[in-house]
C-alpha cells in the first residue's frame, strides 16, 4: 500500500496506476465510514436534545440544531460525492478531468478526493457562477 509521500514522489507516467487506484479507494472508503459516523453523531445528538427551560438556553438550542441540520446535508452531499468517485474509480474515470479528460492531479486529490474537474475548469466554472450570480 503507497504511502501520501510515496504518492506525491511517484512520476507523472504512474499516474492512476494500480497502487494509486488502491490508495484513492481505500482514501475514499475511510473518508465515507468517518462521514457516516459524523452523520450518525448528529442524528444522534437532535434526536435528543438537552431540555430548556431558559428562553435564551431554548434559542441558543434551536441555533445550534439549525447549524447541525446543515451540517448534517453537507455531509449526506459529500456521501454522494464520494460515491460518485468510487464509481468512477471502477470505470477508469477517476483523477480525470470530466470536462476535459486531463489528469487532475494528485495534489488536487489528496485535498478535495471528490473532485471531478482539473483546477483549470473548476476556476472557470467559479468565475461564471459569480457572473451570473451577479
Do not use: W
Not at 452523520?39 to 434551536?62: G, M, V
Not at 439549525?66 to 456521501?79: H, M, Q, S, T
Not at 474515470?93 to 471531478?116: D, H, K, S, V
Not at 472557470?124 to 450570480?133: D, G, M, N, P
Amino acid at each position: 500500500m503507497l504511502t501520501e509521500q510515496q504518492l506525491r514522489q511517484a512520476p507523472a507516467a504512474d499516474y492512476m496506476n494500480d497502487a494509486q487506484q488502491d490508495f484513492f479507494k481505500n482514501y475514499l472508503l475511510n473518508l465515507k465510514q468517518q462521514t457516516q459516523e459524523h452523520i450518525e453523531t448528529i442524528k444522534q445528538q437532535l434526536a435528543h436534545p438537552p431540555e430548556c427551560n431558559d428562553e435564551a438556553d431554548r434559542a441558543q438550542l434551536e441555533d445550534d440544531m439549525a447549524i447541525k441540520l446543515r451540517l448534517a446535508d453537507r455531509e449526506y452531499r459529500l456521501l454522494r460525492k464520494i460515491d460518485s468517485s468510487l464509481r468512477r474509480l471502477q470505470t477508469g474515470e477517476y483523477g480525470y478531468c470530466q470536462e476535459t479528460g486531463e489528469p487532475i492531479g494528485i495534489e488536487r486529490l489528496l485535498i478535495r478526493p471528490t473532485a471531478e474537474f482539473g483546477t483549470d475548469i473548476k476556476v472557470i466554472s467559479e468565475q461564471k457562477e459569480k457572473f451570473y450570480a451577479n
